[in-house]
């Protein structure tokens, strides 16, 4: 019993957290069609600003959180205003090279200014201890990371249905000339959907440097790219496609954990990619493909 | 309300329109008719600022030619474009919002969308259905509401009859009177000449890029000749 809990609460958490990046990545792509790949410097940025602000300017760690927040959203919005801005009107695979060719600079900056080695950055840490609930002994921070993507999701939702900002982005995922028809500008549009996908990239930031102690120039390359995985499967470009396949990814590669023998321990990874083979097989498009016709870029 | 001097409409390499003029007076409905492919489209993207276009482009005394789409939408210029193109995956209401996004006054959103509601009971009762459920008819109707949120100084309509059975089509011009006798100044891009015909007070016929006859509506008779130039039919 307490063992399927934990296996519960860890197919919750890995999901988590790939439904958070999903989500950054999904939302970006449904306006513009960018796939953004250089979001997961944006997650290594909110780690170095957390290793700089710890050691200049406070320890106190929900300070910390609040400054990593702030970082993520700051660059992810400035890397719209700086690199895709130029490419919005281009092809998809022109904007595909950008992000490709803004991450790998930064990982080199990373390395250039920080270094090539783990910085340690420990203030997070706390977050992750364990707990007894009853006769079960579980990891408060699954439970913590499962609980704020609950929430963050709840935001997103509201966000999206209640205010005007939120109904243009999805109306912009369909139609973007038709939003700016109506009065908005499509900068303040798509530095919006920059702007929520930094802050969704932070809190990931924050529970992955919970995790992890450390930073690395390519600390938030594999996530993106598992994110991205999770969106391809759930139907690229749709928001609960995007949720879906994050957490549809985490209890795969929980369960092929479990029901995997041990010696086949390191076939995992290769167990979980043929599965999202077959879902693409059945439904090429992903489970929730959105809307056929795509927004123009502007 | 809306003056335009020697419009050239390009679409990349493309000229569509050759350099046109035209003017709508304030309160007025002044419509634009033309076969397929003559420009009217174009003309009508030149003003909302979709199109590239060389020209004057005047609305109420200033000239927004060089103003980027948006601009333009919050100056006055509002549209029911070729299509509708309604947000279907945006409900009804969500649909009349983003109408208003440009607005500055959001506290009169709220009562503007009652009232449209009023005027087409049938948006009312499916007010928190996803548009793209709507029938054409429905959709037109979302689609000219949604444009007025902005309280526009100018409409725009582009042939807001196309795929429509004849009765819905009769709704939509009655709506499209009552819209002028409301006061509001309309641009209204149709095919249908004798129906547009019948609610304007100044014809311009476009063909191929250029305005091959203009006049005041009651010259056009029941418009029944004009139809046959624009559909192609003779006899
Ligand atoms: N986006 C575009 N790219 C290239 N050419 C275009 C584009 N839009 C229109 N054209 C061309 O410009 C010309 C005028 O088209 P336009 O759509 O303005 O005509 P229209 O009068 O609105 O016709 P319809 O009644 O069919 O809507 C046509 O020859 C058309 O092929
Ligand atoms: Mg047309």
Not at chain 2, 31 to 52: D, M, Q, V
Not at chain 2, 191 to 206: C, G, K, M, R
């Amino acid at each position: 019993m307490d063992y399927a809990i934990q296996q519960i609460l860890n197919a919750l958490s890995f999901g988590a957290e790939y439904a958070l990046i999903a989500l950054g990545l999904a939302i970006v792509f449904s306006i513009m069609g960018l796939v953004n790949f250089a979001h997961g410097e944006v997650i290594a940025f909110g780690g170095y600003s957390m290793v700089i602000v710890g050691t200049l300017l406070t320890r106190n760690p929900f300070l910390l959180m609040g400054a990593v927040l702030l970082a993520c959203v700051l660059v992810s919005v400035l890397l719209e205003r700086v690199a895709f801005r130029t490419v919005r009107k281009a092809d998809l695979t022109t904007g595909l090279l950008t992000a490709f060719g803004v991450s790998i600079i930064l990982q080199n900056l990373f390395l250039l200014l920080g270094s090539p080695r783990p910085i340690p950055a420990t203030q997070f840490i706390f977050l992750d201890r364990t707990i007894t609930l009853g006769a079960v002994q579980v990891s408060s921070l699954q439970i913590y990371e499962t609980l704020a993507t609950a929430v963050a999701i709840g935001f997103l939702l509201f966000f999206l249905r209640r205010t005007t900002l939120g109904l243009a982005m999805r109306a912009a995922a369909l139609d973007f000339e038709m939003v700016r028809l109506c009065g908005l500008r499509a900068n303040r549009v798509i530095a919006t959907a920059f702007a929520v996908s930094g802050l969704l990239a932070g809190l990931a930031c924050i529970f992955i440097m919970a995790r992890r102690g450390s930073v690395l120039p390519h600390m938030g390359f594999d996530p993106v790219l598992t994110a991205f995985v999770a969106c391809v499967i759930g139907g690229f470009g749709s928001l609960p496609g995007a949720v879906l396949g994050g957490f549809l990814l985490g209890a795969v590669e929980v369960a092929v954990l479990v029901l995997l023998p041990q010696s086949y321990g390191g076939l995992a990874q290769a167990v979980v990619f043929a599965l999202v083979a077959l879902i693409l097989v059945w439904r090429p498009d992903g489970i929730l493909s959105p809307a056929r016709e795509k927004g123009d870029k502007v | 309300m809306l003056e335009i001097q020697d419009l050239k409409v390009t679409h990349g390499p493309i000229e569509a329109v050759h350099g046109i003029a035209l003017t709508v007076a304030e309160g007025a409905c002044v419509t634009l008719l033309g076969p397929n492919g003559a420009g009217k489209t174009s003309t009508l993207s030149a003003i909302t600022g979709t199109a590239r276009s060389t020209g004057l482009i005047r609305l109420a005394g200033t000239d927004i030619s060089r103003l980027p789409v948006e601009a333009r939408a919050k100056r006055g210029i509002a549209i029911s474009p070729e299509g509708r193109r309604i947000f279907s995956n945006l409900t009804v209401r969500e649909n009349l919002v983003m109408g208003a996004a440009g607005r500055r006054d959001k506290s009169a959103i709220g009562s503007d969308i009652r009232g449209w509601f009023e005027q087409f009971p049938i948006l009312g009762e499916r007010r928190d259905q996803p548009a793209g459920t709507l029938s054409g008819g429905e959709q037109q109707m979302l689609a000219i509401a949604r444009a007025l949120m902005s309280r526009p100084r100018i409409l725009l309509l582009d042939e807001p009859s196309l795929g429509l059975a004849p009765q819905i089509t009769a709704r939509i011009f009655d709506i499209i009177g009552d819209l002028k006798r409301q006061g509001i100044t309309i641009l209204l891009v149709e095919q249908n000449a004798t129906a547009a015909i019948e609610l304007s007070d100044y014809v311009y016929v476009l063909n191929n890029g250029l305005i091959s006859s203009e006049g005041p509506a009651e010259r056009y008779g029941d418009g029944s000749a004009l139809m046959d130039q624009i559909t192609g039919v003779h006899g």
